[in-house]
């Protein structure tokens, strides 16, 4: 392969944060699955979020921001970005499954952006008002840094769901 060919093939790097990536999102709405919608809005940590408004930010502040954005600079989304903690919050008209299916539907327009750009290459665009100077510099960057934000918000969603209702993912099986 070219210094900044695609590396989408079993077994490139690409592939294989993508396939780590995969298992955190699975992990996130694995974790819900079962919950009805009141469940869903039903904040149980003191700080008052709750598991929807957690996956409506996970779909609009990490996979359209950091891919559709960053990694694309889609001048659409760029353009429509939200400030502050709007994300976490979900209107009460909007239904639970609407949520859902833009958080998958967002997965597989990312999936589109990481499958379609090299490992190495550099970012399209950066939020300097909200970060400063980069700190992430690559579609690999961009990947670790999502990797990590998803599992530490499918923690999160773990502990919300055992408080709800006692059910806790294994990680092992």
Not at 74 to 87: C, P
Request: proline share 4%; aromatic share 6%.
């Amino acid at each position: 392969m070219t210094e900044n060919s695609i590396e989408t093939a079993p077994g490139s790097e690409v592939s294989a944060l993508l396939r780590v990536l995969a298992g955190q999102r699975r992990h996130v709405l694995g974790t819900l699955d079962g919950l009805d919608a009141e469940a869903l809005r039903r904040p149980v940590l003191p700080s008052g979020w709750h598991c929807l408004g957690l996956v409506q930010h996970l779909a609009l502040d990490v996979e359209r921001f950091w891919f559709r954005a960053v990694v694309a600079g889609d001048a659409e989304v760029i353009g429509g970005l939200t400030s502050g903690a709007e994300a976490w919050k979900v209107a009460p008209d909007v239904p639970a499954a609407a949520v859902l299916d833009a958080y998958r539907r967002e997965t597989e327009l990312a999936d589109g952006v990481i499958t379609a750009t090299a490992a190495d290459a550099g970012l399209a665009w950066w939020p300097h008002d909200l970060f400063g100077e980069p700190h992430l510099h690559t579609l690999r960057d961009v990947l670790l840094h999502v990797i990590t934000e998803t599992a530490c918000h499918a923690g999160h969603l773990d502990a919300a769901r055992e408080l709800i209702d006692g059910r806790r993912w294994l990680v092992l099986t």
